[in-house]
């Protein structure tokens, strides 16, 4: 029986923690659930599953469809695409059944590339390997997640590159049930035609357009994430902030746009697999409190201050004891208030 391997490359950086995640942890169960009962699919698909942050991990090797089962998705520091790409065509490598001369090998893989942010690590060497080695090979079909996405970039490894446009609950879902339609008759056309080109499903209803990746595209930070530790357990979690423009009035100019960014929530993360996600050393990022707005509770404690500052710029939780110790430095001290002009705090890589 020839295979028809599907992998899903997905980003499962900072940026894409709470309802992003959420989504495509959800979006998974559905996809794998249409399949199951979709004769096509049942017969041909074989589905693997590789995040990536900082680092990458197989979640899930190719697997028999009816034998596999959606993973729980990590989070981690970083978008290294140019580290995710390597790892992905290194596991083609071991995975896909090449032709021989005495039988024909898996059908041209289908790869969905997931992204939400730009890349945090140098791919111009990835991208070199994969156009001259893999990509004629392959149909690889690169989703922006949001706006925030360098699709000229995608555009080097791919000639289908999309933007989901929107990402509530509602786009999603929509966006999933395409990737299963696109999935079920790319494998009608393997079986019935030997036509192992991706066949991908009409988008009309979706929040999902085409890119032109010719055209140049503006490229701006969506969210702004931060690392906590919580004082009192001394467990990790992630506090995340949306962008907003803003008016702002004075004397010398007029209506001057100022970045801000507003509090969406605060979660709790495993915090070794965070790290075994993320690249070892400081992110060499900062961002000021004054363009922040709002401070969530401690979702791993309950305390009520989950943004407290320490000198060393980190962040951990405060409850009704003034007295605190820093889970980063072990400072200790009295809480007192910003001083004017914000302080600066260290931020995730995205």
């Not at 990536?52 to 899930?60: D, E, Y």
């Not at 701006?220 to 992630?238: M, P, R």
Request: net charge negative; glycine share 8%; with cysteine.
């Amino acid at each position: 029986m020839r295979r028809l391997p599907i992998y899903f490359l997905v980003d499962v950086s900072e940026s894409m923690v709470g309802e992003p995640i959420e989504q495509v942890q959800n979006g998974m169960k559905t996809i794998i659930q249409e399949l199951r009962v979709d004769p096509y699919a049942l017969e041909t698909a074989f589905v693997s599953v590789i995040a990536f942050a900082g680092k990458a991990v197989n979640l899930s090797p190719l697997t028999e469809l009816y034998k596999f089962y959606p993973p729980t998705f990590p989070i981690g520091g970083g978008t290294s695409l140019g580290s995710a790409m390597n790892f992905l065509m290194d596991d083609m490598d071991k995975s896909i059944q090449k032709t021989t001369m005495e039988a024909k090998g898996d059908w041209k893989p289908i790869i969905f590339l997931f992204t939400d942010g730009t890349p945090t690590d140098d791919y111009s060497a990835a991208f070199s390997r994969w156009n001259a080695k893999y990509r004629k090979g392959c149909n690889l079909i690169a989703i922006s997640i949001g706006d925030n996405v360098n699709t000229q970039m995608l555009g080097q490894i791919s000639d289908n590159v999309l933007r989901l446009k929107d990402t509530d609950a509602e786009s999603f879902t929509k966006f999933f049930k395409w990737v299963t339609a696109s999935i079920k008759a790319t494998s009608v056309s393997v079986t019935d035609y030997s036509n192992d080109d991706v066949q991908l499903a009409p988008t009309t209803g979706i929040n999902l357009e085409k890119v032109d990746t010719k055209k140049p595209c503006q490229v701006d930070e969506n969210y702004a994430v931060l690392l906590g530790k919580c004082q009192t357990t001394k467990k990790n979690y992630l506090v995340k902030y949306a962008k907003r423009l803003s008016k702002v009035e004075m004397e010398e100019y007029s209506n001057i746009d100022t970045r801000i960014f507003k509090l969406v929530s605060a979660y709790p993360i495993d915090g070794e697999t965070y790290k075994k996600l993320s690249v070892d050393g400081d992110t060499n990022r900062i961002i000021n409190t004054t363009e922040l707005i709002g401070v969530p509770t401690c979702p791993c404690c309950g305390n009520q201050l989950g943004v407290v500052v320490c000198e060393c710029g980190n962040i951990f939780c405060v409850g009704s004891d003034m007295h605190s110790s820093c889970p980063w430095c072990g400072l200790e001290g009295e809480l007192g208030a910003t001083r004017e002009g914000g302080v600066d705090v260290n931020r995730g890589r995205g």
